[in-house]
């Protein structure tokens, strides 16, 4: 891979605290289903590619650790365009999970990573058990990949094209063939587009998954007032940013409350410091922050700096003090 020029930030793009008085001692670490980490913040898959691209900005291994974008067994070269809209408060996508299958990934994305010493969460994907079998068969015994996040949020073409996240059989059975061929931690990606996220979510654990991402996007849909056209081509796409923030913290809260020594990492709609500390206080122990990085590219080590400040402000000397510290009003 070419070596791409380093884009320098700008005095105000400096997170707080990351410039003047040294940074206050405080504990970020964290473990997340096993994984030891320097710190909660993660990039959220899909938003942040493998990684070479925003190490332009800063040391990418400044993050907790990088979750990588979905790979497949196969190539795919995505879904047609319009394949991206703006929403107020977020934005609407359906990529398609464009990759370049897991054999070029392994021999080209892979390597830079490793060179890096990032701490990797590879994405995988798939249409059926069979894939993600295949996949994480083939991701065994690869340094620097620390757990592997299973994205359920794909349609399985062996049961009339039905998301698998949407099932509880179905996502067991991805989790269960994952867990066979694994050997790192496995958190399985889940949806809110279900009428019992913890119903699911405890099909998954019972059937070998580590941990749990909470959560994916929402499917969503914009249509052109004047032309009647959909936003997308696609016609329906996966709806991200602040605009499901409430609906990731309220789903990360009820699963911790129902499953309390299952591990989260929090995902869906972060981009400050205090969106951050909602999701630990629900009970994740870590949070992947991703459409927020195409508006600040910085946004993952300012909120590094912005989180060590925030704990040191109120005299918390650990971040995991803060997991599953909702106080309720009676």
Same mark, same amino acid.
């Given at each position: 891979?070419?070596?791409?020029?380093?884009?320098?930030?700008?005095?105000?793009?400096?997170?707080?605290?990351?410039?003047?008085?040294?940074?206050?001692?405080?504990?970020?670490?964290?473990?997340?289903?096993?994984?030891?980490?320097?710190?909660?913040?993660?990039?959220?898959?899909?938003?942040?590619?493998?990684?070479?691209?925003? %190490?332009?900005?800063?040391?990418?291994?400044?993050?907790?650790?990088?979750?990588?974008?979905?790979?497949?067994?196969?190539?795919?070269?995505?879904?047609?365009?319009?394949?991206?809209?703006?929403?107020?408060?977020?934005?609407?996508?359906?990529?398609?999970?464009?990759?370049?299958?897991?054999?070029?990934?392994?021999?080209?994305?892979?390597?830079?990573?490793?060179?890096?010493?990032?701490?990797?969460?590879?994405?995988?994907?798939?249409?059926?058990?069979?894939?993600?079998?295949?996949?994480?068969?083939?991701?065994?015994r690869h340094a620097g990949i620390v757990a592997i996040e299973v994205n359920l949020s794909c349609p399985n073409v062996d049961h009339r094209?039905?998301?698998?996240?949407?099932s509880a059989r179905d996502s067991s059975e991805v989790i269960t063939a994952v867990r066979r061929e694994s050997d790192v931690p496995i958190?399985?990606?889940?949806?809110?587009?279900?009428?019992?996220?913890?119903?699911?979510?405890?099909?998954?654990? %019972?059937?070998?998954?580590?941990?749990?991402?909470?959560?994916?996007?929402?499917?969503?849909?914009?249509?052109?007032?004047?032309?009647?056209?959909?936003?997308?081509?696609?016609?329906?796409?996966?709806?991200?940013?602040?605009?499901?923030?409430?609906?990731?913290?309220?789903?990360?809260?009820?699963?911790?409350?129902?499953?309390?020594?299952?591990p989260i990492l929090g995902c869906g709609g972060a981009r400050t410091v205090g969106d951050v500390v909602q999701f630990l206080r629900a009970?994740?122990?870590?949070?992947?922050?991703?459409?927020?990085?195409?508006?600040?590219?910085?946004?993952?080590?300012?909120?590094?700096?912005?989180?060590?400040?925030?704990?040191?402000?109120?005299?918390?000397?650990?971040?995991?003090?803060?997991?599953?510290?909702?106080?309720?009003?009676?």
């Open positions: 891979m070419s070596e791409v020029r380093r884009i320098e930030r700008t005095d105000a793009q400096a997170p707080r605290g990351a410039e003047g008085p040294p940074q206050p001692a405080v504990d970020l670490t964290t473990d997340l289903a096993g994984v030891a980490l320097d710190n909660p913040i993660l990039t959220a898959s899909g938003c942040f590619a493998a990684g070479a691209e925003m %190490d332009r900005f800063y040391d990418v291994t400044e993050l907790g650790a990088i979750v990588v974008k979905s790979v497949t067994p196969e190539p795919r070269e995505g879904l047609p365009t319009p394949r991206m809209a703006e929403t107020p408060s977020g934005m609407l996508n359906a990529i398609g999970l464009q990759n370049p299958g897991i054999d070029a990934w392994l021999e080209h994305d892979l390597p830079w990573l490793q060179r890096k010493g990032a701490k990797v969460v590879a994405s995988i994907a798939g249409k059926s058990v069979e894939d993600f079998r295949e996949v994480a068969r083939k991701l065994r094209g039905l998301v698998f996240a949407c958190l399985a990606k889940l949806t809110s587009d279900v009428t019992d996220i913890v119903a699911i979510a405890r099909a998954v654990v %019972d059937a070998g998954a580590d941990g749990l991402t909470l959560i994916n996007t929402v499917l969503g849909m914009t249509i052109d007032p004047e032309t009647g056209r959909p936003g997308l081509y696609n016609t329906y796409g996966g709806l991200s940013g602040p605009a499901i923030r409430p609906i990731a913290v309220r789903n990360v809260h009820q699963v911790h409350q129902a499953l309390p020594e299952v009970g994740a122990s870590a949070v992947s922050v991703g459409t927020a990085t195409f508006v600040d590219p910085f946004i993952g080590p300012t909120l590094i700096a912005e989180l060590t400040r925030w704990l040191a402000d109120r005299d918390i000397d650990r971040v995991a003090d803060l997991i599953g510290t909702v106080e309720p009003w009676s």
